[in-house]
């Protein structure tokens, strides 16, 4: 049985320094101690990593945490480190495999952060069963799902690995993943329906606004002139970046661009001069942001189509996690649309429908003459009101739009 709520609250502070739990963290913990499989879909920002840390402190064994990225591992450890958790990881990249493997069999390791190709090792299958192992956490678990937006075959590789395991409980985590992708989860990874806790996706700080692409530049010196404080400008391609930073800069406002072409060392020195600013903006590629905690993001700005509602919904909420008011803004132009239905006819017949039905989400939300988001919440599953009060079309109902034309031109051809 899980420990009672006394108990849970004077950990939460003892390991973390918090004083209550948000959401459906709670929710999750109670399943996850008390050895239940569960698939938690919670918004970015919500605290997911907390529901496998915590439990990871308070139980006999270690907890396997599958995290696609090494740089996110490498984020992980260092704040469950800075907790005084005893993480570590298990990667080609880590010099100190050997200690990591002796404090593991030792059973002196709370988390050990693996990718998902190690589920295939049989070397890593035997370490595990030498040692006591009390979770699987799963994170970006939409990973595993071919209708996810970011489909990782090695994902795959997860369930005969824990299903070595028989008694040990998974727990999946994702912001994002629409109904379809979250049946599918629940299928690849062997998690029972009634395990699955959906947590409110509404941020409600954070006001929508989309319209067309012309004179961006001018637009995006309009929308830095309004927004004193930290932002971020998402661009298609690298060169983009470095275009708009440079057309952004006025001297005054530190302006950078942030991509996977450039150093490392560079790439470093601005995201840690964008956490620590007030008023830097950074215009990048969406590699940026992840994994990054600066809850004082004013705004979000995109200059071009988002990949999916679940990617535009990660990006954006990146702004306002403070819960002060925050803007998200989309420029889009309909040879978006047209470069993306090339590219849907690029990849394998399978994900050929599940592109579509992405694409033409996108489509709604951007054409729509009604409330972003109840668009926005809808696709979550969720049931909101008509109108938000809080998005462009809310706060200034379009005259009149024939919204149809330009979605039917490139979504049904
Ligand atoms: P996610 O993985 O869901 O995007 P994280 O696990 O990275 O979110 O957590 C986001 C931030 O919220 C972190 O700074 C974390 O310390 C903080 N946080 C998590 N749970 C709580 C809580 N119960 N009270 C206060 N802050 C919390
Ligand atoms: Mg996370």
Redesign the pocket.
């Known amino acids: 049985p899980a420990p009672d709520e006394a108990t849970l609250l004077e950990r939460?502070h003892s390991v973390?320094g918090?004083?209550?739990?948000?959401g459906v963290?709670q929710q999750v913990l109670d399943r996850v101690l008390s050895g239940q499989s569960t698939l938690a879909v919670?918004?970015?920002?919500?605290?997911?990593?907390?529901t496998y840390q915590l439990p990871a402190t308070m139980v006999d064994g270690t907890c396997v945490v599958i995290s696609p990225l090494i740089a996110l591992m490498h984020d992980q450890l260092r704040?469950a480190e800075a907790n005084g958790i005893r993480a570590a990881t298990l990667t080609s990249a880590d010099e100190n495999r050997a200690e990591t493997v002796a404090r593991l069999r030792a059973g002196e390791l709370d988390l050990l952060y693996v990718a998902p190709e190690r589920a295939s090792q049989s070397h890593f299958r035997e370490l595990l069963g030498q040692c006591r192992i009390a979770l699987f956490a799963i994170?970006e678990a939409h990973c595993v799902s071919e209708w996810g937006h970011d489909f990782r075959p090695d994902y795959r590789l997860l369930r005969p690995l824990m299903e070595l395991f028989p008694g040990v409980p998974r727990l999946a985590?994702t912001?994002t993943a629409d109904a379809h992708t979250r049946s599918d989860i629940l299928a690849q990874l062997g998690i029972p329906e009634e395990g699955m806790i959906v947590a409110g996706f509404d941020r409600p700080n954070i006001r929508y606004v989309i319209g067309a692409r012309e004179g961006l530049t001018q637009q995006l010196r309009r929308l830095l002139a309004a927004n004193p404080g930290p932002g971020i400008i998402y661009a298609p391609t690298r060169a983009a970046t470095e275009r708009l930073a440079e057309a952004l800069s006025d001297g005054k406002r530190e302006v950078r661009a942030y991509h996977a072409g450039l150093p490392p060392e560079v790439r470093a020195a601005n995201q840690s001069a964008f956490v620590a600013s007030e008023d830097m903006v950074m215009c990048a590629t969406v590699a940026f942001g992840m994994?990054i905690?600066k809850?004082d993001v004013r705004f979000v700005a995109h200059a071009g189509l988002p990949k999916s509602i679940e990617a535009y919904y990660q990006e954006t909420g990146r702004a306002g996690?403070d819960g002060d008011p925050a803007s998200a803004h989309l420029f889009w132009g309909a040879d978006d649309f047209a470069r993306a239905r090339m590219r849907v006819q690029e990849v394998d017949e399978a994900r050929q429908q599940g592109e579509r039905a992405r694409l033409s989400a996108l489509g709604a939300l951007v054409e729509t003459a009604g409330c972003r988001r109840a668009i926005l919440l809808r696709h979550f599953g969720e049931s909101p009101p008509e109108t938000c009060g809080n998005c462009d079309n809310c706060l200034e109902p379009p005259k009149s739009v024939d919204a149809t034309v330009t979605a039917q031109k490139y979504l049904s051809a």
């Open positions: 939460l973390f918090f004083r209550a739990f948000r963290q919670m918004p970015t920002g919500a605290g997911k990593s907390l704040s994170d985590l912001a994994g905690d809850p996690r």
